[in-house]
C-alpha cells in the first residue's frame, strides 16, 4: 500500500522551471514504478513519465522530452518532476502515481496522489 501527496504546483510564466514532488510512505515504495501524468479539463490524462523501482529506468513521453525529467529519491520516498522551459499547453493538473509495471498505461497504476494544479502562462 503507498500514500502519496504531492507538492510544487503553481502560476508561471511561459519559459519557467517548476519541480512538483511526491512524498510517499508505504512498505511498497521502492519496489514500485513511478509515474507522473496530467489532465487538462476536457482532455484525457496524458502520460509524462515513469521511473523504475531503482531510477535505473526512465521513459518520457515524446511531447516532454528534452524538457521534464522524472527522478526520486527512495531514502526520502520522493520522486520528482523536473520541468524546464514550460509552454502554455502543458498547463494540467499534474497526478503522481505508483504501481507494480514500468509502463506509461495509466489504468496500470494502483495508487494516485491528489494532483497539483500547474498553470503557464504566455
Known amino acids: 500500500q503507498v500514500q502519496l501527496v504531492e507538492s510544487g504546483g503553481r502560476l508561471v510564466q511561459a519559459g519557467a522551471s517548476l519541480r512538483l514532488s511526491c512524498a510517499a510512505s508505504g512498505r511498497t515504495f521502492s519496489s514500485s514504478a513511478m509515474g507522473w501524468f496530467r489532465q487538462a479539463p476536457g482532455k484525457e490524462r496524458e502520460f509524462v513519465g515513469v521511473i523504475s523501482p531503482s531510477g535505473s529506468r526512465t521513459l518520457h513521453a515524446d511531447s516532454v522530452k528534452g524538457r521534464f525529467t522524472v527522478s526520486r529519491d527512495n531514502a526520502q520516498h520522493t520522486v520528482y518532476l523536473q520541468m524546464n522551459s514550460l509552454k502554455p499547453e502543458d498547463t494540467a493538473v499534474y497526478y503522481c502515481?505508483?504501481?507494480?509495471?514500468?509502463?506509461?498505461?495509466?489504468?496500470?497504476?494502483?495508487?494516485w496522489g491528489q494532483g497539483t494544479q500547474v498553470t503557464v502562462s504566455s
Open positions: 502515481s505508483a504501481g507494480d509495471r514500468f509502463t506509461s498505461y495509466s489504468g496500470s497504476y494502483l495508487y
